[in-house]
């Protein structure tokens, strides 16, 4: 596979496209950072409701404890602040839940989001450049020793208009086995490929 052309032009823009997908994959994964971390700062209203109830709950048992001793009214009153106490409890559950479920979330975003990002790096450059390579590659193994492929590859490619400034019927030459022809159709093709006719 040949990953780069060898004429200044073709270069230079598949440089400049293969540093702005990279710079694409990096805000891409500095995007999901970002909103991971983002999303992690929601953690703290959670760990306030876990603590915010523990010291609910901590504060009525301890008033449960402490009226439970008086005559009379002592279990009555204990048993009325026992919905308190299972308040505070729930209260430090609920925050553990928002905790965990945020957690999840910030780490789901961690892999969703850059992947989204890099979608069309996925989708459209990098197939691209793979194309390109597999040709490119092909072509320059046939340059030194197989003309007649490049040729063939060039007619069924390359515009019309541009085969015929190689002959009037590039085809018919092809054929006859024209060796003019022939060279000309194939740097047609390796042009177009961004690649020289000779090495």
Do not use: C, K
Not at 30 to 57: C, F, K, N, Q, Y
Not at 95 to 116: C, D, N, Q, S
């Amino acid at each position: 596979m040949r990953w780069y052309a060898e004429r200044p032009a073709r270069l230079a823009r598949q440089v400049v496209a293969d540093l702005l997908a990279v710079l694409w994959s990096v805000i891409a994964v500095l995007a999901g950072i970002a909103v991971h971390d983002g999303l992690r700062t929601l953690e703290g209203p959670g760990r306030s409701l876990v603590a915010a109830g523990g010291r609910m709950s901590e504060i009525f048992t301890g008033m449960s404890g402490a009226v439970s001793s008086l005559p009379f009214v002592g279990a009555d009153l204990a048993v009325a602040l026992d919905p308190a106490t299972r308040a505070g409890a729930d209260l430090a559950a609920a925050g553990h839940e928002f905790g965990r479920t945020v957690g999840m979330l910030a780490t789901g975003a961690l892999v969703v989001v850059p992947l989204l990002m890099l979608l069309p790096v996925l989708l459209g450059w990098l197939p691209l450049r793979l194309n390109y390579a597999r040709r490119a590659g092909a072509a320059i193994a046939a340059r030194a020793g197989a003309p007649d492929l490049l040729a063939v590859r060039a007619l069924a490619r390359v515009p019309v208009a541009r085969l015929t400034r190689v002959a009037p019927d590039p085809a018919a030459a092809w054929r006859a086995g024209d060796p003019d022809v022939v060279a000309g159709l194939a740097a047609l093709e390796l042009t177009s490929l961004g690649l020289r006719p000779r090495a």
